[in-house]
Nanobody, 125 residues
Framework: VQLQASGGGLVQAGGSLRLSCAAS????????IGWFRQAPGKEREGVSC????????VYRISVKGRFTISTDNAKNTVYLQMNSLKPEDTAVYYC???????????????????WGQGTQVTVSS
């Protein structure tokens, strides 16, 4: 199993980035894919997750209306479109997979068996 996160970078407040998570080694269509982030000195927290089977999704309250999660099942890829970025969005962003989707949409880190390497997002004020 491999999850490859990309798309991070440095952006000014109010700007946008699109993160990608390319997955392989499991049946993507059955999975729940989550995006998490971890800022320095803070716990890793859930940002958004999506069911690849039916497209249902949930968002952290602080990003709702600014971030959009989506999948391209033909490419086994999940995207996180991040608009109206704020300095408090600065973190390393990780994608993670619950490969059989058995745990449903969740921000419980323990329910994701596979993790990507992370991509840095820095939002300057």
């Amino acid at each position: 199993v491999q999850l490859q996160a990309s798309g991070g970078g440095l952006v000014q407040a109010g700007g946008s980035l699109r993160l990608s998570c390319a997955a392989s080694g499991f049946s993507f269509d059955d999975a729940v894919i989550g995006w998490f982030r971890q800022a320095p000195g803070k716990e890793r927290e859930g940002v958004s997750c999506i069911s690849a089977s039916d497209g249902s999704s949930v968002y952290r309250i602080s990003v709702k209306g600014r971030f959009t999660i989506s999948t391209d099942n033909a490419k086994n890829t999940v995207y996180l479109q991040m608009n109206s970025l704020k300095p408090e969005d600065t973190a390393v962003y990780y994608c993670a997979a619950d490969s059989d989707g058995g745990n449903g949409l969740s921000f419980d880190k323990g329910e994701y068996g596979y993790w990507g390497q992370g991509t840095q997002v820095t939002v300057s004020s």
